[in-house]
């Protein structure tokens, strides 16, 4: 996406925002407008929507691996990947199916971690495990919830607390 498409789109985010929400006083109006906002907001989103988050995501997904492998040597643990960003992977349903395996693969070590066999090998070294594949799930999140929009009620709600209304 160009600078300017995406200037010309906050700038119109903006305007409504500024000028036309607080002179609109009727709800469905102000839905409407709060449904156009939406709606730029996604076509921004979309405009520049790139393989970016999702690698980030494979990156701390394959860090987690290795951390695993290192923090359960000698353990019994369910088979993890490789480093799996080999080369220029460009296509988004080839980078986006590399994610959801490495959450599968994640959820399976939360499982294995948090279980019998691996609190029965090593009790210290399945609690740090456990930790860290929980501090990832939480920073993949925050790679998701920073190139997602917000909802247009999060947004109705934002503007309804800035304005002091209830």
């Known amino acids: 996406m160009s600078a300017s498409f995406e200037r010309l789109i906050d700038g119109m985010v903006e305007a409504l925002q500024a000028h036309v929400l607080p002179g609109s006083h009727d709800d469905f109006a102000r839905g409407q407008i709060f449904s156009v906002i939406f709606a730029l907001n996604g076509l921004k989103l979309a405009a ?44 988004a349903a080839t980078v986006e199916s590399l994610r959801d395996e490495g959450d599968r693969k994640l959820g399976e070590l939360l499982l294995w971690a948090t279980g019998e066999d691996a609190r029965t090998a090593d009790r210290s070294a399945a609690s740090e495990i456990e930790m860290m594949l929980r ?11 920073a190139t997602t929009p917000k909802s247009m009620l999060q947004q109705i709600a934002g503007e309804r607390v800035a304005s002091g209304a209830n």
């Open 48 to 91: 520049d929507w790139k393989t970016g988050p999702l690698l980030e995501q494979i990156r701390l997904q394959d860090d987690a691996f290795a951390a695993v492998r290192r923090l359960a040597d000698g353990m019994s643990h369910p088979p993890l990947p490789v480093t799996r960003l080999t080369g220029g992977i460009v296509d």
């Open 135 to 145: 501090r990832l799930i939480c920073d993949q999140l925050k790679v998701e919830l």
